[in-house]
C-alpha cells in the first residue's frame, strides 16, 4: 500500500486515481527458468521501465503477463509487484516479479479436431521449449472420415523475443504423410514430404499476417475403384511436386465465427515447378464483409475466386490441385463437388471457380432468455451463386434456403440448413433439402 | 454365390455383344527409354496376339502405364483399353479376346486347347521369372540396365524411391515362384528345359511353322513375345540370351513370326 494513499484517505474519495501516483520500475525479476535461456525473456520488460505512474505500471505487467505467455515455454504465470528495497532503491521505486511454472518436457494429448466439412480423431505428442527458446517438436496423428492416417512431425521456432518481437516471426519445418480421399471422383492423393514455413505480422497501415512456404512432396495418385473414368486413371501414379507457396491474411471482424462488422480477406498463391515433375500455378481468393443491421440482424457478404494453370507445355494439370465446387463450405445445395465439371457422370475437378454468398444473420428468438446458450446459436438465411470454368453467368448454379448455425470452440461453425437449388446443370449432383456442413470458411 | 455367377454370365453377354472397338490402343511405357525386359515381353506377346487375331489396335506410350493399369499377377503391363474395357497382362487380354468370338485357335478341339493352356501357363511362368531374375537379381543388369531406364521418367530423388519399391515388389513375386534362393545357373537349367520343351513341341509338326499346325494359336504369341524379347534385348548378362539361341528351331520361329507379323506392314510404310 503506497503510504501517501493512507494518509487522509479516510476522508476523502473511496477510490483512488492511480494514474496519479508516481511510481518507478527499479527491477524485473523473471524466475522459474530452468531450461529457458534469458535472452528469450529479455525483452519482456521493455515496456515496464516506461511506466512513470502506477497504472501504466499495472497495465504492462498484464501485457508483459500475456507476453510471457505467448513465448510458450509457461505453463502459467503470476506477477508479484513490490516496493523496491535496498540501497539502490529509488523514492516510488518497485520491483515486478514474475514466478513462470515451466511445461513439462513431454506433453500429450488426443482430441477432436475440425477441418473443412470433415471431423477427426486427432492425438498430439510435443516436446516444447526444447532448445531453450520456446522451439518445440510435435509429432501428430490424426484419422478422419475423408482422410486416412495423416502423420506429421513438427519442428517449430517462434522469434518472439527479437526486436521484430511486434511482428511476431516463426518459422516451422515439417515432414508429413497425409492421403487426401476424393470418394466421389474414385481417387485419393498420397502425398510424402517436407514442408518449411516462415510466418509474420506486418503493420503498415493495416495489420496483415503472411506466410510463405516451401514445400517439397511425392504425390501418388490411386485408384479407389476398378472402373473409373480414363480421364481420372490417367493421373495416377508418382510425381515429385515443389512448389512455393504464399499467403496472406487481412482480419479485422469482430469475431471468428459470427463477427457482426469487418472485412476478412485471404489470398493463398502457388506456384509449383522448382524441380520436380509437377508445374502450374494456382490463387485463391476468399472475402468476407459484414455489416450490423438493426435488432441484432447482420448481413453478410462472402465470396471465393480460384484458378489454377498449368506452365509448362508437357506437364499436365495434376488432378488433385483442381477445384471442387459444390458443397456445403461453397456452393450449398450441392453435394460435394457436383456443381461441376462431369467426366463419365464422374464428377472432375475445374480449372477455376467462383462463388458468392448473401447471408441475413439473427439471432436466435427467445435469445434474451438463454442468453449463454443462445450465443452460440444464429439463424442465417442465403442465397448462393457460383460458376466453374467460367466467368460469364451463362449457366450459373444457384440455391437459397435457410439453417441454423453453432460455433465451435470459438474458430469453427456447424451449419444445418435446408437447400432450394434454383439453378443448376443436368449433370449437376444437387440436394434439396437438409444438407449438414462442418469448416471454418464458408461461403 | 448366385448373383455374383449371374453377374458373370450379364458381363460376358455384354462383352460378346459389343464389336470390336476401332479406338482398342494398347498402353505401354516408352519402348526405346523405360521398358523393362519382362514388360517388353509381356507387351509384344500381346501385340503378336492381337496381330494374329487380325484386330487393329493403337499404341499409346506413357511413363505411368504401370501405375494407370488395373493390375494383374506379374508384370500388370501391357494393358488394353476397348470401349469401357481395361484389361492387363497376357491372359486377361486372351480371354476378353475369346469372349468376342474373335480369337485364333477357335478351330482347335478341347484337348488341344487344353493341352495348349499347359504350355502357355509353363512359358509365362518360366520366361517371366527369369526375366524378372535377370533384371533386378543379377546386380550388374539391375545398375546398368534395369535401375536407369525404370528411373528415367522420374526426377530425382523420386527415381530412387521408385526403383527400390519396383525392386522389392519383384523380388517378393521371385520369393512367391520360389525363384529367389536360385543361383544363375539353376535359372539357366530352366530356361533351357522350358526351350527344350518348346523345341519339341514345335518338332512335332515339321512342316507347319506353328506349334499347333498351320494357324497360330495363343501359345504361339506369348513364346514369341518371350523369346524374341530376350533375344533382340542387349544387357551386361546375355546367358538368358545364350541359351535361347542354342535352340535353332525356336529362332527360326522368331525370325519367322517377327516377319510375318511385324515387318511385313513396316516395310511399305
Redesign the interface.
Given at each position: 500500500m503506497p503510504k501517501s494513499g493512507r494518509d487522509g484517505g479516510a476522508s476523502k474519495d473511496s477510490k483512488y486515481d492511480l494514474s496519479k501516483i508516481s511510481a518507478r520500475v527499479d527491477r524485473v525479476n523473471v524466475s522459474g527458468l530452468l531450461r529457458t535461456h534469458n535472452d528469450y525473456v529479455m525483452r519482456a520488460a521493455d515496456g515496464l521501465f516506461k511506466a512513470s505512474n502506477f497504472q501504466d505500471l499495472m497495465l504492462e505487467a498484464m501485457s508483459t503477463k500475456s507476453y510471457l505467455h505467448e513465448l510458450g515455454i509457461f505453463k502459467d504465470v503470476s506477477v508479484h509487484i513490490d516496493v523496491s528495497r535496498g540501497a539502490d532503491a529509488s523514492p516510488q521505486g518497485y520491483e515486478v516479479t514474475f514466478k513462470g511454472n515451466e511445461m513439462s518436457r513431454m506433453m500429450g494429448s488426443a482430441g477432436t479436431e475440425i477441418g473443412q466439412n470433415e471431423g477427426s480423431l486427432r492425438t498430439e505428442l510435443t516436446i516444447p521449449n526444447i532448445l531453450g527458446r520456446g522451439e518445440n517438436i510435435s509429432l501428430q496423428g490424426s484419422y478422419s472420415s475423408t482422410r486416412a492416417n495423416d502423420l506429421q512431425l513438427k519442428f517449430w521456432k517462434p522469434f518472439f523475443h527479437t526486436r521484430f518481437k511486434e511482428n511476431r516471426p516463426e518459422m516451422s519445418f515439417s515432414i508429413f504423410r497425409q492421403t487426401d480421399r476424393f470418394d466421389i471422383s474414385s481417387f485419393q492423393t498420397t502425398n510424402i514430404g517436407y514442408l518449411v514455413d516462415f510466418s509474420a505480422h506486418t503493420m503498415v497501415g493495416v495489420d496483415l499476417t503472411h506466410s510463405l512456404q516451401y514445400e517439397n512432396a511425392?504425390r501418388d495418385?490411386?485408384l479407389l475403384n476398378?472402373s473409373v473414368p480414363?480421364a481420372i486413371?490417367?493421373?495416377?501414379?508418382?510425381?515429385?511436386a515443389s512448389l512455393l507457396r504464399y499467403s496472406v491474411v487481412y482480419d479485422n471482424r469482430d469475431g471468428n465465427v459470427f463477427p457482426t462488422r469487418g472485412i476478412y480477406l485471404k489470398s493463398v498463391n502457388e506456384y509449383c515447378g522448382l524441380?520436380?515433375?509437377v508445374a502450374y500455378t494456382s490463387s485463391t481468393a476468399h472475402g468476407e464483409l459484414n455489416v450490423p443491421l438493426f435488432a441484432g440482424l447482420v448481413a453478410q457478404f462472402c465470396a471465393r475466386v480460384g484458378v489454377v494453370k498449368e506452365t509448362k507445355n508437357t506437364t499436365q494439370l495434376p488432378i488433385s490441385s483442381l477445384f471442387y465446387c459444390g458443397g456445403p463450405l461453397t456452393l450449398r445445395g450441392f453435394k460435394f463437388g457436383g456443381a461441376g465439371p462431369v467426366v463419365e457422370s464422374t464428377p472432375i475437378g475445374a480449372q477455376s471457380f467462383w462463388c458468392t454468398g448473401a447471408h441475413l444473420w439473427a439471432p436466435l428468438p427467445f435469445a434474451g432468455v438463454f442468453k449463454n446458450l443462445a450465443s452460440h446459436f444464429r439463424m442465417h438465411f442465403f442465397y448462393n451463386i457460383g460458376n466453374n470454368n467460367s466467368f460469364s453467368t451463362e449457366n450459373m448454379r444457384s440455391a437459397f434456403g435457410m439453417g441454423l448455425a453453432v460455433k465451435l470452440a470459438e474458430r469453427a461453425r456447424i451449419e444445418l440448413n435446408y437447400c432450394v437449388p434454383v439453378r443448376h446443370q443436368d449433370t449437376d449432383r444437387i440436394l434439396n433439402g437438409f444438407q449438414f456442413g462442418i469448416g471454418y470458411e464458408f461461403v | 454365390m448366385t448373383s455374383q455367377y449371374l453377374s458373370q454370365l450379364i458381363t460376358a453377354d455384354k462383352l460378346s455383344a459389343e464389336p470390336w472397338p476401332e479406338d482398342a490402343t494398347l498402353y505401354q511405357p516408352y519402348e526405346a527409354e523405360q521398358i523393362l525386359l519382362p514388360e517388353n515381353a509381356s507387351c509384344l506377346a500381346v501385340k503378336a496376339y492381337l496381330k494374329m487375331c487380325n484386330l487393329p489396335f493403337l499404341i499409346r506410350s506413357c511413363a505411368n502405364a504401370e501405375h494407370m493399369s488395373p493390375g494383374g499377377r506379374m508384370t500388370k503391363l501391357p494393358f488394353i483399353r476397348a470401349g469401357a474395357f481395361i484389361f492387363a497382362e497376357f491372359e486377361p487380354i486372351v480371354n476378353f479376346v475369346e469372349q468376342k468370338e474373335l480369337a485364333i485357335g477357335s478351330w482347335q478341339d478341347e484337348d488341344e486347347k487344353a493341352d495348349m493352356r499347359t504350355y502357355v501357363s509353363l512359358v509365362e511362368n518360366i520366361f517371366t521369372m527369369a526375366e524378372l531374375y535377370i533384371s533386378f537379381k543379377n546386380e550388374r543388369v539391375y545398375k546398368e540396365v534395369t535401375a536407369p531406364r525404370n528411373g528415367v521418367v522420374f526426377p530425382w530423388p523420386l527415381n530412387h524411391m521408385q526403383n527400390y519399391g519396383k525392386r522389392r515388389n519383384a523380388l517378393r513375386l521371385l520369393k512367391v515362384y520360389q525363384w529367389d534362393d536360385l543361383d544363375i545357373d539353376s535359372v539357366i537349367d530352366k530356361v533351357a528345359k522350358c526351350c527344350e520343351t518348346l523345341e519339341y513341341k514345335l518338332k512335332e509338326s515339321p512342316e507347319t511353322p506353328f506349334f499347333y499346325g498351320d494357324q497360330p494359336c495363343e501359345l504361339d504369341a506369348i513364346a514369341f513375345g518371350h523369346l524374341f524379347s530376350i533375344l533382340t534385348t542387349t544387357l551386361p548378362n546375355m546367358a538368358l540370351a545364350q541359351t535361347v539361341q542354342k535352340f535353332q528351331h525356336l529362332v527360326e520361329f522368331c525370325r519367322f513370326v517377327d516377319e510375318k507379323y511385324f515387318q511385313t506392314r513396316c516395310l511399305p510404310n
Open positions: 511425392i495418385v490411386g476398378k480414363f486413371r490417367d493421373h495416377c501414379g508418382p510425381k515429385l524441380g520436380g515433375n | -
